[in-house]
């Protein structure tokens, strides 16, 4: 069964700096999606993007973070300037436009120092 | 975004049919009730989901109430494998972000 992958599983920055997680969707879907999972508590939507934009992003979505999808395999989450609170596990999704069932990544463990 | 309401922990013998009960008493026509599973911090893995018709897949089988108020995801034979935390979701139709709740978790025991 096709797979989202995701790069790199573990993370470790310090405050401060910038990182990008990486993500491959599964190559016929069309709609990317970026979640956070701090450690305890619930998965939490970031954003959403379709159609070379972003659909939907929610509160933590603020503007140290963006994404991208550089060429036709690839979905990027930036993090400008990492905190503290940033460490989470973060996960990837993607789904077709006609059926709306997520399928999501096995995450990136992000810890900043 | 709570539509749904889950008991946050409920446990099940090794073999035996573990029923994870979810309320939704203000889901709307169009919205569909999703179950999605998370196992110790892996990605959240999708199971099933249905309308108002009970459903049944390889995973599990979905019991939806004639009102919609509530269904109840059965899993036949519990494995150890199926400790989780286990999440009901109401989707509407053709919306396109899931939302996920604090879930059920579920310990097999053997």
């Known amino acids: 069964e096709p797979e989202v992958t995701q790069t790199p599983s573990h993370q470790v920055t310090q405050m401060g700096q910038e990182v990008i997680l990486r993500c491959v969707p599964i190559s016929n879907h069309l709609y990317f999606y970026w979640y956070r999972q701090i450690l305890g508590q619930k998965v939490e939507f970031l954003v959403s993007?379709?159609?070379?934009?972003?659909?939907?992003k929610s509160e933590i979505f603020d503007d140290q973070f963006s994404v991208e999808r550089p060429d036709g395999s690839n979905f990027t989450l930036k993090i400008r300037s990492t905190k503290l609170e940033d460490s989470a596990m973060y996960f990837c999704?993607?789904?077709?436009?006609?059926?709306?069932?997520?399928?999501f990544g096995s995450g990136t463990q992000l810890s900043v120092l | 975004d709570a539509k749904t309401t889950q008991p946050p922990s409920m446990d099940c013998a090794e073999g035996r049919a573990a029923n994870l009960p979810c309320n939704h008493s203000t889901i709307s026509g169009n919205e569909y009730v999703y179950w999605y599973r998370q196992i110790h911090s892996q990605g959240p893995q999708y199971i099933i989901h249905?309308?108002?018709n009970n459903e049944t897949n390889e995973m599990a089988s979905l019991i939806i109430t004639e009102d919609r108020k509530s269904s109840t995801l059965i899993l036949p034979h519990a494995t150890l494998r199926d400790t989780a935390v286990y999440y009901c979701?109401?989707?509407?139709?053709?919306?396109?972000?899931?939302?996920f709740g604090t879930g059920t978790r579920l310990t097999v025991i053997p």
């Open positions: 999704a993607s789904k077709r436009v006609d059926v709306s069932k997520l399928f």
């Open positions: 249905g309308l108002k």
């Open positions: 979701i109401v989707m509407g139709t053709g919306a396109n972000n899931l939302f």
């Open positions: 993007f379709y159609n070379n934009e972003i659909s939907e």
